[in-house]
Nanobody, 127 residues
Framework: QVQLVESGGGLVQAGGSLRLSCAASGRTISSYAMGWFRQAPGKERESVAAIGWGGDSTNYADSVKGRFTISRDNAKNMVYLQMNTLKPEDTAVYYC????????????????????WGQGTQVTVSS
């Protein structure tokens, strides 16, 4: 079992930045791809970004390309999401997740590829 705890969310004005963190415990995540997803009120969950186990392979949803950066520190069992130039449409609960497959180098954006999820952190961007 692995437990994931997200932090770093909050209220920010449009154009601002936030850095989300995801702390994993119970299992090392160094051999698993990790992903960030989000869900806005009344909408389905959508992918945001993903990173392979080695950290050198990343994938982003078109809506965040060039604004968000995913990274990881395997020594600390942490994953991060740096969010810049935030827009009101980025408002959502953000979740991190661990991919089901051990040794997953490919940063999948499919949520059904992920097996463990955190409780989420709220990000609100005001206009």
């Amino acid at each position: 079992q692995v437990q994931l705890v997200e932090s770093g969310g909050g209220l920010v004005q449009a154009g601002g930045s936030l850095r989300l963190s995801c702390a994993a415990s119970g299992r090392t995540i160094s051999s698993y791809a990790m992903g960030w997803f989000r869900q806005a009120p009344g909408k389905e969950r959508e992918s945001v970004a993903a990173i392979g186990w080695g950290g050198d392979s990343t994938n982003y949803a078109d809506s965040v390309k060039g604004r968000f950066t995913i990274s990881r520190d395997n020594a600390k069992n942490m994953v991060y999401l740096q969010m810049n130039t935030l827009k009101p449409e980025d408002t959502a609960v953000y979740y991190c997740a661990v991919r089901k497959v051990y040794g997953s180098a490919y940063p999948s954006l499919r949520d059904d590829d992920y097996g463990y999820w955190g409780q989420g952190t709220q990000v609100t961007v005001s206009s």
